[in-house]
Structures are given as structure tokens and as C-alpha cells.
């Protein structure tokens, strides 16, 4: 039951370096996401995907970019790692937008010194 | 962009007491999720609600969604330390393509 797999678990990065977090799951879901998860901000969208070959902003874009050449994969690329970057970042898929249930991966956590 | 504000931010309980935990926005949501979250693991979904005034039990949780689909709360009866998580209410809007998600409730349930 592999569900939404990520990878790597954690990641610690320089200022300036750049990364791409892995996304992939298994159940065929049309829709996918990426959030990130700081103290006492809740869960924030940054970028999203109704279907193969299609991306969109979330509420927190900037220094981010995706790619969704397949259903199964959706990776989230640090162009440029800042500090403010250090979060949990969570990848989620569901079968449909909106009042879906999103299933989510365990977590990646990013430090960036 | 809505909003949406979860109260308490931190709970600490006995195990045995009851609680409510509570989702507020000045914004009209079409449905709204509960998720659990687990440390070092992703938020799982517990109940959506899509009717004002639904009310949707879960064993021990009870879920209420406003009237006016502006809100929701939580209500644990008899907590126990396997309730222990942070709390997530999410809000979709007919016009939005994804959830917003409030700022969380931590519980603890002490044994």
C-alpha cells in the first residue's frame, strides 16, 4: 500500500543551492499538490496540478517550480534555497479538486542554512 | 484569499475530559474537512462536511458545520492519549480549485 511516496525525508541545504523533492503516488489520482507545513501557519498551497501536462500557482509560489510530464509524478524543484524554504513540505494527491479527500505523503523536511 | 481560524491553537487535557475545538471564517465554504496529523506523518482526512447544520459522528468526534457554512467544530467526548494529534479543519469554495486550510489545534490527552 504505497499511497503518496516521498522522498528524501530529510534534505539540509545551503543558502543558494538547488533541490527537487520527489513526489509520486499509485492511485491513479488526476489531482496533485504540494504544501508546505510551518509553525502555526497550517498547511500553505504552493503549487498544484489537475492532470498530466498541467500546473498552477498556489498561495505561496515564489522560489518554486513544478513539472507533471506523467500522472504519477509530481516534483517540487528549489531553484534557488533560501532560509525562509526551511519548512516540512508535504505532497498530496486526490482523485478529484475541491471538496476531495487529499492523501498525503509522510513529509519532507528542508533546512536550509 | 479566505481564511481560516482554528481555536484553541494548544490543548492539554486529562484523559476522561471532553473538549471542543473550533473552525471559524467570514467566508462561505461549500464543504469542509477534518484531517488528524500525526507526528512525523501527513494529515489523514477524519469527515467532510456539505450541508449547514450536518452534524457527522466519528465514535467519540463529532463534527458540526455551521448553518451559514461559515464554521465548524470538533467535539471529543471521553478523550484518550490515542486522540493526541494536531486538528485541521480545510474549506472548500465552489469558485476556489483547492482546499485552504486553517492554523491547526495541538491536543494533547495526558494519561
Known amino acids: 500500500n504505497a499511497g503518496v511516496t516521498q522522498t528524501p525525508k530529510f534534505q539540509v541545504l545551503k543558502t543558494g543551492q538547488s533541490m527537487t523533492l520527489q513526489c509520486a503516488q499509485d492511485?491513479?489520482?488526476?489531482?496533485m499538490s504540494w504544501y508546505r507545513q510551518d509553525p502555526g501557519m497550517g498547511l500553505r498551497l504552493i503549487h498544484y496540478?489537475?492532470?498530466?501536462?498541467?500546473?498552477d500557482q498556489g498561495e505561496v509560489p515564489n522560489g518554486y517550480n513544478v513539472s507533471r510530464s506523467t500522472t504519477e509524478d509530481f516534483p517540487l524543484r528549489l531553484l534557488s534555497a533560501a532560509p525562509s524554504q526551511t519548512s516540512v513540505y508535504f505532497c498530496?494527491?486526490?482523485?478529484?479538486?475541491?471538496?476531495?479527500?487529499?492523501?498525503f505523503g509522510e513529509g519532507s523536511r528542508l533546512t536550509v542554512l | 484569499t479566505q481564511l481560516l481560524e482554528q481555536s484553541p491553537q494548544f490543548l492539554s487535557i486529562q484523559e476522561g475530559e471532553n473538549l471542543t475545538v473550533y473552525c471559524n471564517s467570514s467566508?462561505?465554504?461549500?464543504?469542509l474537512q477534518w484531517y488528524r496529523q500525526e507526528p512525523g506523518e501527513g494529515p489523514v482526512l477524519l469527515v467532510t462536511?456539505?450541508?449547514?447544520?450536518e452534524v457527522k459522528k466519528l465514535k467519540r468526534l463529532t463534527f458540526q458545520f455551521g448553518d451559514a457554512r461559515k464554521d465548524s467544530s470538533l467535539h471529543i467526548t471521553a478523550a484518550q492519549p490515542g486522540d493526541t494529534g494536531l486538528y485541521l479543519c480545510?474549506?472548500?469554495?465552489?469558485?476556489?480549485?483547492?482546499?485552504?486550510f486553517g492554523s491547526g489545534t495541538q491536543l494533547t490527552v495526558l494519561p
Open positions: 467566508s462561505v465554504f461549500s464543504s
Open positions: 492511485m491513479n489520482h488526476e489531482y
Open positions: 480545510a474549506g472548500s469554495s465552489g469558485s476556489a480549485r483547492q482546499l485552504t
Open positions: 496540478s489537475v492532470g498530466a501536462g498541467i500546473t
Open positions: 498530496a494527491s486526490s482523485p478529484t479538486m475541491g471538496a476531495g479527500e487529499l492523501f
Open positions: 462536511v456539505v450541508t449547514g447544520g
